[in-house]
């Protein structure tokens, strides 16, 4: 345990030292969300991501957001409409950033909880709903950023939800939704920034 906390100091005091940016900064971000799969319809998301930056290339954070939007269901192999629903996520990040100048592209990866929403939809004349979920999943972004300003897409693949669904006439059929989808996000960063 004490050789592993001497190696976690060792790093942030590495990365304290002699940076050109700081090391503090919250992203909040706006976006569009898209979900997976033939049938769903696309949303909008909400993300807070409080990171610190361990050198002026690499930071590390925890992304939480929200996202709204109607996932499509397929029952027997044949697509249901579904309603909006919110989907929640809590991710730690990794971000690296290629450059350090004021024009910043950056990649990144993640992995976390994902809460998945509850489904209701219906399916010949019949309402049906499927309790929310959550499940593990991960996180892959690209983007860049111009000074506070910040543009990226992350794709969330989050693994799809099966289940049995008790049809009208008496029948039980397979079911299933894709979780996984995309976000297109504007933002910027609090904090952060070039020291003066």
């Known amino acids: 345990m004490r050789k592993v906390l001497a190696v976690v100091l060792g790093l942030l005091a590495y990365g304290a030292n002699a940076q050109d940016f700081k090391p503090f900064k919250v992203n909040t971000s706006l976006g569009y969300a898209k979900p997976m799969g033939a ?9 807070v991501e409080p990171k610190y930056g361990l050198n002026d290339q690499i930071d590390v954070g925890l992304r939480m957001e929200g996202a709204f939007m109607a996932r499509a269901a397929e029952i027997a192999g044949e697509m249901a409409d579904s309603e909006i629903s919110i989907s929640s996520s809590y991710v730690l990040t990794g971000t690296y950033m290629l450059t350090n100048t004021y024009f910043r592209p ?79 996000k504007l933002g910027f960063d609090i904090g952060g920034g070039y020291y003066e």
Do not use: C
């Open 39 to 47: 049938g769903s319809s696309a949303g909008i998301l909400l993300s």
């Open 106 to 184: 950056y990649v990144g990866i993640g992995g976390g909880l994902y809460s998945v929403g509850s489904l209701s939809f219906s399916e010949n004349s019949s309402d049906l709903g499927v309790g929310a979920s959550r499940k593990l999943g991960a996180m892959a972004r690209v983007g860049f950023k111009l000074g506070h300003f910040n543009m990226g897409v992350e794709y969330n693949l989050v693994p799809t939800t099966k289940y049995t669904v008790s049809m009208m006439n008496g029948t039980v059929a397979p079911a299933k939704s894709n979780n996984s989808y995309l976000g297109f």
